[in-house]
């Protein structure tokens, strides 16, 4: 529901005809530009006067589906240039990463109380640190400067580094990358806990790629170490194995 309704609603802001089914409060693009932000359509969904209140009647659903199809087909460069802009504000292109965490999201119904107060501190002093006073991310939340970064230390060590390890950084990067396609697609809204996953796959490329580096380090002070003996044992068996 979500995602058509964000769909829909972006298109109809850039095409200026309401593409949403008409709802009381909800008639004209005017009316929809009062209550629609381009990062999400918690105004369109939530709250007393949301006009596509969730969750939505399966018949209500279906009718919001067909309507997407038939306008993405007939608006394709509008589609694609919706979803590239939600996709660059989700990687921390255009904007800071929204709501990097979610305080106080739901109602302590169960009264439940902090017993790691310390912790808290710790976690509060960090979000003080690399959040603005909206929760939204500083430099390091951005997802595309950390696959930025893995890519191109990966790339310097192509020819230095473990095989396997490099493999397995490759692996990460390009998760990385398929993730974000799939955001391209299906993304519903533009905040942090989608765009995360690519930001952990990328640190993990780039702490692959330093522990590769580390490792290939370590290991060459033992081969510049050989002897006369160890390097011709070395030089027969590289030609035994090239030989076979």
Excluded at 163 to 190: C, D, K, Q, W
Aim: charged share 20%; net charge positive.
């Amino acid at each position: 529901q979500a995602f058509y309704v964000y769909d829909l609603a972006a298109l109809s802001d850039r095409a200026n005809p309401l593409l949403l089914p008409p709802r009381p409060r909800m008639r004209t693009v005017g009316e929809l530009r009062a209550k629609w932000v381009p990062e999400s359509p918690r105004a369109l969904l939530f709250g007393p006067d949301a006009p596509y209140p969730a969750p939505l009647s399966s018949r209500d659903v279906s009718e919001l589906a067909a309507r997407w199809r038939s306008e993405i087909l007939h608006r394709p460069v509008s589609y694609v240039r919706v979803r590239t802009r939600l996709l660059l504000s989700l990687l921390g292109v255009s904007q800071r990463p929204v709501w990097v965490t979610h305080p106080g999201i739901d109602p302590n119904n169960l009264g439940l109380a902090l017993h790691f107060h310390g912790a808290n501190r710790v976690l509060r002093t960090y979000l003080g640190a690399f959040a603005d006073e909206r929760n939204n991310g500083s430099v390091i939340y951005r997802p595309m400067l950390w696959i930025v970064g893995a890519i191109a230390l990966l790339a310097v060590l192509r020819r230095r580094t473990l095989e396997r390890v490099y493999f397995a950084g490759t692996l990460f990067v390009a998760s990385a990358i398929g993730y974000s396609f799939g955001l391209l697609v299906m993304a519903p809204v533009s905040q942090y806990r989608y765009g995360f996953p690519v930001l952990l796959f990328s640190f993990l490329a780039l702490a692959t790629g330093v522990l590769a580096a580390v490792g290939r380090r370590r290991a060459a002070p033992v081969e510049q170490g050989a002897g006369p003996v160890d390097k011709l044992r070395s030089a027969r068996g590289i030609a035994g194995a090239r030989a076979v």
